[in-house]
């Protein structure tokens, strides 16, 4: 479901506003910004659209408030959703419920991972390889928050890498939960015994080995706490 333009937050004031959103949706449905993605910055989206940075701020603001959009400090502003799913999730997100978030993940990570592995294109595994490479530096870099960004952008690398467009978009509902889960599993520190080496997935992907690609996903997400849940 995606968001109708009369379904977001605006200012009584916006009608200008109003046609902003809609042009910025009609950019994220079309693919142009897809999930997980950028989107240009505030003072390029000022001079691509021909409105004031004002009216931009406020139509970025009302579809992050729709949980389309995401802020995330000193990086940008990110595609999260399509849908109005992703404030759904994260509104029932408690930790009594990491179970079945667990459980949700392992669903959308193995299916993932096997798709990644027959379709992947030589621009999909450039981007897992940028992504576990920023990953193995977050680890050691030795900040929680840092870590816990790059391993879920490894993770969305490789929904991405099986094309399916659908899986993208209800995966990155999710993100939230995904992160919550990395989070809490990491505690307030990185500790050696926590690490779980993400390449034998990357390059199961990269051979083309569907099968061998599922069960490294799925290993990720055993245990009672799901594993180091990242």
């Known amino acids: ?5 009369d379904s977001v937050a605006v200012p009584p004031r916006g009608h200008r506003v109003r046609q902003t959103i809609e ?7 079309g693919g142009e910004w897809p999930v997980g993605g950028r989107i240009p910055t505030e003072p390029q989206l000022v001079a691509e659209l021909g409105v004031g940075r004002n009216t931009v ?10 949980g389309v ?7 940008g502003t990110y595609v999260v959703s399509t849908d109005e799913l992703a404030p759904v999730v994260a509104r029932r997100l408690t930790d009594d419920r990491m179970t079945e978030v667990i459980e949700v993940r392992r669903a959308f990570e193995v299916e993932a991972a ?3 592995a027959l379709r992947r294109t030589p621009e999909d595994l450039a981007a897992l390889d940028g992504a576990l490479a920023a990953r193995e530096a977050a680890w050691r870099g030795g900040r929680v928050d840092e870590f816990v ?8 690398a490789v929904v991405a890498a099986a094309h399916n467009a659908m899986l993208a978009e209800l995966y990155a509902s999710v993100g939230a939960a995904l992160r919550s889960t990395v989070a809490q599993a990491m505690g307030e520190a990185l500790t050696p015994e926590r690490y779980v080496d993400h390449g034998r997935l990357v390059e199961a992907i990269r051979a083309g080995h569907p099968q061998r690609a599922a069960i490294e996903a799925g290993a990720f997400l055993e245990g009672p706490a799901g594993g180091s849940g990242c």
């Open 1 to 5: 479901m995606t968001p109708a333009v």
């Open 23 to 29: 042009q910025l949706r009609e950019r994220i449905l």
């Open 57 to 66: 701020r406020e139509a970025v603001r009302a579809l992050v408030h729709a």
């Open 69 to 75: 959009l995401a802020c995330r400090q000193g990086s």
């Open 114 to 116: 096997r798709l990644a």
């Open 149 to 156: 960004e790059a391993d879920a952008a490894l993770h969305t």
